[in-house]
């Protein structure tokens, strides 16, 4: 049997709000965790072709299969054509909603034949704990219970009332093999349960019932979008995909649903992403907020309150979904990784780096928030200024980057630069609700550091705001400085920087996040150009006064898009795309490129 990667974008994404899974084109779920965002796999063939992977598709070939979203909702079908009949399948998981993690995430794949008549091939091969832990399959006529002793699966098998058990089921090395020859009309299909006890059929109007309350749950979401702009479809699209990046016990937001999808096949940078990053959460609920989305800022603002920064006002970068600390990161060696990519990492060591931007994204977030009505409470602020009261004594030194790299720590501009942006929000929120603080020391800290980017961060030599002081290097992180109005988008040094950036990092329109050779991150290698960085690009443009410009580029970038509009983090030389998928941060890129745009086109 053939189990070669599919490229990486040839996968929809669905969830339930507290875990999800890829779906490939072919029909196979070959990632999905259990029962959270970063539990152990049970799906793992993504990176291991003995990762476990569960899989429907005809039975005769040849077949061509298409893949689309309900429109307006998260729930995914993939169609599947061939010469006799065409055939769907409906892939979702039930969102659990709620403030508590319960235990049954049910992932629901109907099958029906809507033309002719196709037979199914259907495998369920689990491979619990990244396979490291064996497990047991016991197969009755109602499903299959898979048990590692740890955990287990539920097969609950879909029939009608008085249906003969239609699943001719066969047990190979744990895993469960059948087919299924369906009608016109016909639906059938299985529900997946985590702890889902013993096996029981379950009648098609009953997961025709889930779907429908799928759907509905997530039109409803979508309907509090303002957004009626040009790019509607995109823009939805990627609102959704942030949302199914959501933990909703706790409001906190991966950065992206998988760990170490390359983002050079064959490399050694493959970094496990299935975590809640300060920034990126940020920067994500920013986005939501600014299409009318004000519940995913409360519980996120919420989840960052408990995090109660271990007393001393430190913020770590990233968290666990549950606000735990412990990310320690180890290389699981049994697995070949995609495409032979190693290590494939579990777990981020990154997570002990000072990175000093995240004070300045945070703070920018509840600003916004706070603007569109969701005002900060006592305990919220009480939170905040032990925050900004540590960054006045601690800003001038330096940090690790926004790039997590492993080179060591520098004076980045960009981590100063937000450290600038954290001072001026904390200032404009105590004087615009008269909230106890620090102000003076907040607004001598606030001009010390817009004096020292500018004498320090600013190369003469070079005519740009450089990557870290004293070095003429490019970032691409950069091109937000007029974005949080630290510089107006029209001021002479501002193009000139922008002309830089667009000299050494653009190619054809796509971004580097920076040059390796010239500021060496300690790995080896190099990599694709960012896709944020990119939509950051065309957000600079648009506010420089070069709409025409930035829409050719926003336009040409909607061309990376996969079939079903989500991106990875990066795209390689020949235009695949590269890294975890789908990536949060390009998600959030691309619906501020939109809405600025939108603002610059009139």
């Not at 490399?267 to 959460?281: I, L, Q, S």
Request: a negative charge; one cysteine or more.
């Amino acid at each position: 049997m053939n189990h070669h990667h599919p490229p990486i974008a040839d996968h929809g994404l669905i969830g339930d709000l507290q875990t999800a899974a890829l779906v490939s084109t072919g029909g196979a779920i070959d990632w999905f965790c259990c029962p959270r965002f970063d539990s152990p796999s049970v799906f793992g063939a993504l990176l291991d072709p003995g990762g476990g992977h569960c899989r429907i598709r005809p039975v005769r070939e040849p077949y061509t299969s298409r893949q689309f979203y309900f429109p307006g909702t998260a729930v995914l079908i993939t169609r599947f054509m061939t010469r006799l009949g065409t055939g769907e399948v409906v892939d979702f998981l039930r969102p659990v909603t709620g403030g508590h993690a319960d235990g049954g995430h049910r992932l629901i794949r109907m099958v029906r034949c809507v033309r002719g008549h196709v037979e199914f091939a259907m495998e369920v091969v689990p491979r619990f704990d990244y396979a490291r832990r064996p497990h047991t399959t016991t197969v009755t006529e109602d499903g299959v219970l898979f048990d590692s002793g740890e955990s287990t699966l539920t097969l609950h098998a879909v029939r009608e009332p008085g249906d003969p058990p239609s699943m001719h089921a066969h047990v190979l090395e744990g895993g469960v093999y059948g087919s299924v020859r369906l009608e016109t009309g016909q639906a059938r299909g299985f529900v997946l349960e985590s702890d889902g006890g013993e096996p029981r059929a379950i009648p098609v109007s009953e997961i025709e019932q889930a779907f429908d309350e799928t759907v509905r749950f997530w039109q409803d979401w979508l309907n509090h979008s303002t957004y009626r702009g040009r790019w509607r479809e995109m823009v939805d699209r990627s609102a959704i995909t942030l949302k199914l990046l959501t933990y909703a016990p706790t409001g906190a937001m991966v950065a992206a649903p998988t760990t170490s999808l390359p983002e050079q096949i064959g490399g050694e940078r493959n970094w496990d992403y299935r975590y809640a990053w300060v920034r990126d959460a940020s920067l994500s609920v920013s986005s939501l907020l600014a299409l009318g989305f004000t519940d995913e800022a409360v519980a996120f603002a919420h989840w960052l309150r408990e995090r109660h920064l271990h007393g001393d006002g430190r913020l770590k970068i990233m968290y666990r979904v549950d606000g735990s600390s412990d990310l320690l990161e180890e290389s699981l060696a049994h697995w070949s990784g995609y495409r032979g990519s190693v290590p494939v990492r579990i777990g981020n060591s990154a997570a002990e780096q000072l990175q000093l931007d995240v004070y300045g994204e945070l703070l920018d977030t509840v600003y916004q928030a706070d603007r569109r009505g969701a005002e900060v409470g006592h305990d919220g602020w009480k939170a905040l200024t032990g925050l900004l009261d540590w960054l006045a004594a601690n800003w001038d030194q330096p940090d690790d980057g926004i790039w997590e790299t492993r080179e060591g720590k520098a004076d980045f501009t960009y981590g100063r630069l937000m450290s600038w942006v954290a001072f001026d929000r904390g200032v404009r929120l105590a004087t615009a609700h008269g909230l106890p603080c620090a102000l003076d020391s907040w607004r001598t800290e606030r001009d010390r550091v817009y004096d020292q980017i500018w004498e320090y961060g600013w190369s003469p030599l070079k005519q740009a705001f450089v990557q870290r002081y004293g070095s003429v290097s490019l970032d691409a992180s950069l091109l937000r400085m007029a974005d949080v109005g630290f510089i107006t988008p029209h001021d002479p040094s501002w193009l000139a920087t922008l002309a830089g950036i667009e000299n050494e990092l653009v190619t054809d329109s796509l971004v580097h996040r920076y040059d390796p050779s010239a500021s060496p991150d300690g790995l080896r290698g190099d990599e694709g150009t960012f896709s944020l960085c990119t939509f950051g690009y065309v957000t600079a443009l648009a506010r420089a006064g070069y709409p025409e410009k930035a829409r050719l580029v926003f336009e040409k970038m909607l061309t990376y898009a996969n079939h079903v509009g989500l991106y990875a983090e990066e795209i390689g030389p020949s235009g695949e795309q590269l890294g975890n998928f789908p990536q949060a941060f390009t998600h959030l890129g691309l619906i501020d490129a939109a809405l600025t745009l939108d603002r610059a086109i009139g």
